[in-house]
Nanobody, 124 residues
Framework: QVQLVESGGGLVQAGGSLRLSCAAS????????MGWFRQAPGKEREFVAG????????YHADSVKGRFTISRDNAKNTVSLQMNSLKPEDTAVYYC?????????????????WGQGTQVTVSS
């Protein structure tokens, strides 16, 4: 079955960096968009970034544009999220997703597969 396994979360001070990785397995992801969502306590799940598995084209939410970068390594079946200039408001559980779509701006209601999530905590 499809598995998305996140790693790389942790505790970091404001202004610092973290790199999240997602190992994808269980099927071919050609034609899929891969992405990241996050959910902070008491808030709805929020789209962060998406990337086309085929073309590598990307889309980043305004809240992270210029600070976060999504990428993928097709040979290793991994998707990464480089997070720089982190802010306390970036604190959340981050989820890797896979969606059978050519869209890059993803919504939670169309996600086919979710990872289990990894906690990112940014201290002020």
């Amino acid at each position: 079955q499809v598995q998305l396994v996140e790693s790389g979360g942790g505790l970091v001070q404001a202004g610092g960096s973290l790199r999240l990785s997602c190992a994808a397995s269980g099927r071919t992801f050609s034609g899929y968009a891969m992405g990241w969502f996050r959910q902070a306590p008491g808030k709805e799940r929020e789209f962060v970034a998406g990337i086309s598995w085929n073309t590598g084209f990307t889309y980043h939410a305004d809240s992270v544009k210029g600070r976060f970068t999504i990428s993928r390594d097709n040979a290793k079946n991994t998707v990464s999220l480089q997070m720089n200039s982190l802010k306390p408001e970036d604190t959340a559980v981050y989820y890797c997703v896979a969606v059978s779509t050519y869209r890059l701006k993803l919504s939670a209601d169309i996600v086919d597969y979710w990872g289990q999530g990894t906690q990112v905590t940014v201290s002020s």
